[in-house]
């Protein structure tokens, strides 16, 4: 959790931070900032604030990237997975033999998306 804090990184990092809120007794006060980042809310540097980190100072590292060879493992899909409520901005691109992205500000599997990026 050392990049500065935005949506992307709360998605990415919402186990490890919710720890860190409920070491420091400061679960409900982060469960509520997590509710209105669901409806859309900015909430990241309330959140930074709260415990504590650096708030956002880059640009948000969202997207996370395998580098295979296609069709070194079977089918390559062209897509990535993405936020399933839509406010994330977050991108991953699964790579083989590993598990669904799990989306912490939604609370479940990010979604599958075959179109992305900025040039799709």
């Known amino acids: 959790m050392s990049d500065p804090l935005t949506l992307g990184t709360i998605c990415r990092d919402w186990f490890g931070l919710r720890r860190l809120a409920l070491r420091r007794r400061l679960g409900p006060e982060f469960d ?4 209105l980042a669901r409806d859309g809310e ?7 604030a709260l415990l504590e980190l ?8 969202t997207r996370e ?11 390559v899909a062209n897509g990535a997975y ?7 901005p977050r991108e ?3 790579g083989p033999a590993q598990g669904l992205p799990y ?6 599997d990010m979604q599958f998306s075959p179109a992305f990026g900025s040039g799709a």
């Open 103 to 108: 989306c912490g500000v939604h609370g479940r």
């Open 32 to 35: 509520r900032l997590i509710a």
């Open 54 to 61: 650096p708030a956002a100072t880059a640009p948000d590292p």
């Open 65 to 75: 990237t395998y580098a295979a060879l296609p069709g070194a493992f079977g089918h």
């Open 82 to 88: 993405v936020c399933p409520g839509g406010t994330c």
């Open 92 to 94: 991953v691109v699964r």
């Open 42 to 48: 900015e909430v990241a540097d309330s959140l930074a």
